[in-house]
Each structure stands twice: as structure tokens, then as C-alpha cells.
């Protein structure tokens, strides 16, 4: 159960990383800033077939949410402008 565990939360945080890279790169003569994604609705649509119980559902959403405010809190940390 941790093996599983560990490895949702590192696909999150991939997930919440590389989105905005990729629409980055799709997007550059527009201006419009990209628009926050839920990382959890990503994997669960993935884990469908799981057939997960909603109290593992739960668990993924916390998880991705703490992994967002992780990265949002890097990011800030790293003082980067949406250009970069």
C-alpha cells in the first residue's frame, strides 16, 4: 500500500510540474495565462478501471492538493514570472 502510495504522489507531483510546461509550449502567441488543473482529476481518470472506493478517492485528492501547494510554494520560492 505505501509502494502505491508513493508512487500516486510522485505521478502528481509530475503531473503538476509538467502541465504548465506543456501548455506553456502550445500557447505561445496567445496571451492568456494558463489555467490551474487539478492533478487528482488527471489520475483518477486514469484509475477508473481500479474501481476505487471513495475513501481512496479522498486520499488522492488530499494528496495531490498538498503536492500543488508544494509546488506553487517553489515556484514563489524560485521567483519565477508565467514567461519563465
Known sequence: ?????RTLLTLALA?????P??????????KA???PQDPAA???????QAELTEEQVVKIKEMAAKVAE???ALQEK??????Q
Do not use: D, H, W, Y
Request: cysteine-free; overall charge positive.
Open 1 to 5: 500500500m505505501k509502494r502505491v502510495v
Open 15 to 19: 503531473v503538476v510540474i509538467a502541465s
Open 21 to 30: 510546461l506543456l501548455a506553456a509550449q502550445g500557447k505561445k502567441g496567445k
Open 33 to 35: 495565462p494558463p489555467k
Open 42 to 48: 488527471g489520475i483518477l481518470k486514469k484509475l477508473e
Open 70 to 72: 508544494k509546488a506553487k
Open 78 to 83: 524560485a521567483a519565477l514570472t508565467p514567461k
